[in-house]
């Protein structure tokens, strides 16, 4: 008796199992809205760049870059798997792009604010778009800051519950680093040009 009532039990669990995902909970689709000219020809490489001037740097940050974490990505990455190591006191200017009409922002904070709901100000003078609690949408912005203190950072969504559910990736900034570096996912960190 147990048995009879057993099998149409698993094999609907069997026939549910085989189903593929519903279309509108296919998160690895194109997020819908972007206006993907807005970061057209930037690649994940592009994330860090040797600047203009001596001892600077350029980050080109483009927010949900493609469906990676529900969106929620810097340039592909999230939850701090790219790695921007920079010298302690060069000049980093951040340009900033949402190509997404849901609003996210950037701001350097430590990395252990990452776990709050809500980011604090900027660790660095200067080191956040304008109004990063409420964001911006389809669009660019630029900051610029000189870290004058080494550590573990993060560049991350400054808008609320954005960072928490992973919406930053790492940013060391190192007395020892003579050049600054960038590591993606799993590859070796690579001196930046």
Known sequence: MFLRLLLPIL???????AQSTPPAHDHSTEIPGLKKELFAGITSEDLLKL????????????ATFNAANYGMNFN???HGK???TIPTGWRVHVTF???SPIPHS???????DTKKLQAPEPYFAGGATPKHLTGMTLGKADFTFVPDEAGEFALACGFPAHAVAGHWVSLIISDEATVPTLQLGDQAAKEVK
């Open 51 to 62: 600047g203009e001037g001596p001892k600077s740097v350029k980050v080109t940050l483009v």
């Open 106 to 112: 950037a701001i350097v904070i430590e990395k252990g």
């Open 76 to 78: 592909g990455y999230s």
């Open 97 to 99: 792009i949402n190509p």
């Open 82 to 84: 790219a790695v921007l």
């Open 11 to 17: 094999g609907f669990a069997t026939f549910s199992l």
